[in-house]
């Protein structure tokens, strides 16, 4: 099946490491169809980003330790390494599974739902076992104790998780019935990656009033419709012709998911970093799944008209007729890059006429990119990072807030106003230094 190869040159090596791993650690392990579920385990550790929060940007793979942002206090990752004494060495694959599909820790004792297993509950036992395989045997141990979270007594209490888990995580049992022969249906399959071990709900999906995602799956309109995480918004991914996804072909999420650009747009914030550890490294038949099924997505609200280009505004910038100061910290500022036309330069500066990130109603990734500037993730397809510079020290609140409605009014986009309190509020939480004159 195409989803399991590997890629290569550095795959070569990685395949001989695991495969002396493998031998070392257990007895028979040379034997091939072990080798071959160890190599699945580690695609499929990839397709659900496990290293996005078990690697520490500074420490060693799969040795937890990163910080987790919750409302009560920051969660840290655990040492998921075949370490005996500080990792997962003494799981036996039940407490793996446990911990993955079910959110149950060894001692029995609710995980934080900072560990994505209402997403997990739908993946398939065999690539749960496959996932073991890998942890068990593919990766290297390393010795590190976990943190504990930095959350008081009495919120530290676990019990109340459990309660949660109740209420909000799915039964696996139940999920994984849909997910059974998903392999051939690039709809079903898309949906199992999605849904399950992509987790991209956890980021798309806005939550409810217990931080519950308010829905898990595509059936439901609250799916992949948008949420701010981590500063950006997590846009909108299902079919809507202004914010969502409608006017993409299927090609378009495949080179974005692939090489994190397309001819549109270009993935920042916390979707780099999915591309680049994640995405860029499946194949291209489960990218193909993925498009399928986000493609399949009714939109949120139905019968809006799709923006369409209007040339008013290239006009008004070309014989500077438009003097007002959103116009003119455009034609200073970004139009070198995103052209007076807006229409960008395809795969090197993203477009922001008839953009779908430009046209999501809530305008806090636009304005944390105005302000601390972006990069694009390097890909195996697409190494060059083009950036784009920070603007914090150089614009204002209100240069910021007027560019950006001038961005959204222009070319044919119509979203709504961005005012200088709404930039002076993602200023302060995106850490950007104080405009100029400060
Ligand atoms: C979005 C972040 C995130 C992702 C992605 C993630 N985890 Fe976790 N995981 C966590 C956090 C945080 C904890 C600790 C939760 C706690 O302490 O209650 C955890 C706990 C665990 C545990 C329990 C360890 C123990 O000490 O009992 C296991 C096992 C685990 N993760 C495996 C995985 C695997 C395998 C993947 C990929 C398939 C994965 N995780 C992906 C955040 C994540
Ligand atoms: C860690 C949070 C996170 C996860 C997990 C995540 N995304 Fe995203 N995604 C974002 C953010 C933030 C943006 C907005 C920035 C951007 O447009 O690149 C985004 C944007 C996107 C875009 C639009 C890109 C563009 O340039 O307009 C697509 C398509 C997308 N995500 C697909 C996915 C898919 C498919 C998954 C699951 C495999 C996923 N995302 C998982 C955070 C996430
Ligand atoms: C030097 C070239 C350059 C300049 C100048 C520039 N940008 Fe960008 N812009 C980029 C690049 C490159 C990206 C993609 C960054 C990424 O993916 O992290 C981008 C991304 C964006 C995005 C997100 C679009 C999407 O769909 O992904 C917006 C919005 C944006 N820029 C607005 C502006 C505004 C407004 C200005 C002027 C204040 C500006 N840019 C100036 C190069 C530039």
Same mark, same amino acid.
């Given at each position: 099946m195409s989803y399991r190869t590997v890629h290569a040159p550095a795959s070569v090596l990685l395949l001989a490491a695991l495969a002396t791993s493998a031998a070392l650690a257990a007895p028979g392990a040379g034997d091939e169809a072990q080798a071959r579920q160890i190599r699945q385990g580690e695609y499929l550790a990839r397709a659900a980003d496990?290293?996005?929060?078990? &690697?520490?940007?500074?420490?060693?793979?799969?040795a937890g330790g990163l910080p987790l942002a919750s409302p009560i206090g920051a969660i840290y990752s655990s040492n998921i390494t075949p370490d005996p004494d500080t990792g997962?060495?003494?799981?036996s694959l039940e407490d793996f599974d446990r911990a993955v599909r079910?959110?149950?820790g060894k001692d029995g004792s609710t995980l934080y739902p900072a560990m994505p297993y209402p997403s997990y509950a739908k993946v398939s036992p065999d690539d749960v076992q496959a996932l073991y395989a890998y942890f068990m045997h593919g990766v290297q141990p390393v010795s590190q104790p976990n943190r504990k979270p930095d959350i008081r007594w009495p919120l530290s209490m676990r019990w109340p998780l459990a309660a949660w888990r109740k209420l909000f995580a799915p039964t696996p049992v139940a999920a994984v019935k849909d997910a059974a022969a998903a392999d051939h249906d690039p709809i079903r399959r898309g949906r199992y990656l999605v849904e399950?071990?992509?987790?991209?709900?956890?980021?798309h999906t806005p939550r409810g009033f217990a931080l519950q995602e308010k829905a898990l799956g595509g059936d439901n309109r609250a799916f992949l419709s948008g949420a701010v995480v981590d500063g950006f918004l997590a846009k909108?991914?299902? &079919?809507?012709a202004g914010d969502g996804l409608g006017r993409w072909s299927e090609a378009d999420i495949v080179a974005l998911l692939r090489s994190g650009r397309n001819d549109h747009s270009a993935a920042f914030g916390g979707m780099a970093d999915v591309v680049q550890h &994640?995405?860029?490294?499946?194949t291209d038949a489960d990218l193909a799944a993925i498009a399928a099924y986000l493609k399949s997505l009714a939109p949120v609200r139905a019968g809006t008209q799709a923006p369409v280009y209007d040339g008013t505004a290239h006009e008004a910038l070309r014989t500077g007729t438009d003097r007002s100061n959103g116009a003119l910290t455009y034609l200073n500022n970004c139009a070198a890059c995103h052209r007076s036309s807006g229409k960008g330069y395809a795969q090197t500066f993203p477009a922001l006429a008839l953009s779908s990130t430009v046209h999501s109603a809530d305008p806090t990734s636009l304005i944390h990119i105005v302000l601390r500037g972006g990069a694009m993730p390097a890909t195996v397809s697409a190494p060059t990072r083009f950036t784009m510079p920070a603007f914090d020290e150089r614009l204002s609140d209100q240069d910021v807030a007027d560019v950006l409605t001038f961005v959204r009014a222009s070319w044919g986009n119509h979203a709504p106003a961005v005012s200088a309190s709404q930039v002076a509020k993602v200023r302060k939480a995106a850490d950007a230094a104080p405009g100029p004159g400060h």
């Amino acid at each position: 099946m195409s989803y399991r190869t590997v890629h290569a040159p550095a795959s070569v090596l990685l395949l001989a490491a695991l495969a002396t791993s493998a031998a070392l650690a257990a007895p028979g392990a040379g034997d091939e169809a072990q080798a071959r579920q160890i190599r699945q385990g580690e695609y499929l550790a990839r397709a659900a980003d496990c290293a996005a929060c078990h &690697s520490a940007p500074k420490g060693k793979p799969f040795a937890g330790g990163l910080p987790l942002a919750s409302p009560i206090g920051a969660i840290y990752s655990s040492n998921i390494t075949p370490d005996p004494d500080t990792g997962i060495g003494r799981y036996s694959l039940e407490d793996f599974d446990r911990a993955v599909r079910h959110g149950i820790g060894k001692d029995g004792s609710t995980l934080y739902p900072a560990m994505p297993y209402p997403s997990y509950a739908k993946v398939s036992p065999d690539d749960v076992q496959a996932l073991y395989a890998y942890f068990m045997h593919g990766v290297q141990p390393v010795s590190q104790p976990n943190r504990k979270p930095d959350i008081r007594w009495p919120l530290s209490m676990r019990w109340p998780l459990a309660a949660w888990r109740k209420l909000f995580a799915p039964t696996p049992v139940a999920a994984v019935k849909d997910a059974a022969a998903a392999d051939h249906d690039p709809i079903r399959r898309g949906r199992y990656l999605v849904e399950g071990l992509g987790h991209c709900g956890a980021c798309h999906t806005p939550r409810g009033f217990a931080l519950q995602e308010k829905a898990l799956g595509g059936d439901n309109r609250a799916f992949l419709s948008g949420a701010v995480v981590d500063g950006f918004l997590a846009k909108n991914l299902r &079919s809507d012709a202004g914010d969502g996804l409608g006017r993409w072909s299927e090609a378009d999420i495949v080179a974005l998911l692939r090489s994190g650009r397309n001819d549109h747009s270009a993935a920042f914030g916390g979707m780099a970093d999915v591309v680049q550890h &994640s995405t860029q490294h499946m194949t291209d038949a489960d990218l193909a799944a993925i498009a399928a099924y986000l493609k399949s997505l009714a939109p949120v609200r139905a019968g809006t008209q799709a923006p369409v280009y209007d040339g008013t505004a290239h006009e008004a910038l070309r014989t500077g007729t438009d003097r007002s100061n959103g116009a003119l910290t455009y034609l200073n500022n970004c139009a070198a890059c995103h052209r007076s036309s807006g229409k960008g330069y395809a795969q090197t500066f993203p477009a922001l006429a008839l953009s779908s990130t430009v046209h999501s109603a809530d305008p806090t990734s636009l304005i944390h990119i105005v302000l601390r500037g972006g990069a694009m993730p390097a890909t195996v397809s697409a190494p060059t990072r083009f950036t784009m510079p920070a603007f914090d020290e150089r614009l204002s609140d209100q240069d910021v807030a007027d560019v950006l409605t001038f961005v959204r009014a222009s070319w044919g986009n119509h979203a709504p106003a961005v005012s200088a309190s709404q930039v002076a509020k993602v200023r302060k939480a995106a850490d950007a230094a104080p405009g100029p004159g400060h």
